[in-house]
């Protein structure tokens, strides 16, 4: 029984994960932000709420500096960060969430919700926040990322 579980437990986290995000993603389009892709998600949970340096954002992201240059590169030409003087090194930028970049993640956030409303729905709130609480033991200390 155990080392079936063992087996299963990864497809099962995978399609969760899938599910949830491909969730946040049709939720955001249906909220009006159909121009944003996952990997954009993964980059504003960086920049919030304090903002960051590219290099920050592609140590957090696992990619190079170049690509997530790119990648802010691309969010600034849609409106959804911009670049400030870094506070504390002349040298850096400091990209920082704009409001539409903050209606986008709150947007994300509400989508996020519903698309775990029926997890909690078939569970029941106590099993569902013991799930919770457990996967929370287990989860990784370091930056939630996307696989590319």
């Keep these: 029984m155990l080392a079936a579980d063992s087996r299963a437990l990864p497809a099962l986290l995978l399609g969760l994960s899938g599910e949830l995000v491909a969730g946040i993603q049709a939720g955001g389009a249906a909220r009006g932000f159909d121009d944003i892709r996952p990997a954009h998600g993964f980059a504003f949970a960086r920049l919030a709420p304090h903002g960051a340096t590219v290099g920050e954002l592609a140590e957090h992201l696992g990619v190079t500096k170049q690509a997530a240059s790119q990648l802010v590169e ?58 919770c609480a457990d996967l929370a033991r287990l989860a990784p200390r370091g930056p939630v990322r996307p696989t590319w």
Excluded: M, N, Q, S
């Excluded at 969430?97 to 986008?104: I, K």
């Excluded at 994300?108 to 409303?117: E, L």
């Design 74 to 131: 691309e969010l600034v030409r849609k409106g959804y960060v911009e670049r400030h003087p870094h506070p504390d090194d002349a040298r850096a930028r400091l990209v920082v969430l704009t409001e539409r970049g903050w209606a986008c993640t709150r947007a994300a956030d509400a989508a996020a919700a519903d698309t775990v409303r029926p997890w909690i729905a078939a569970l029941g709130p106590e099993r569902f926040h013991a799930l």
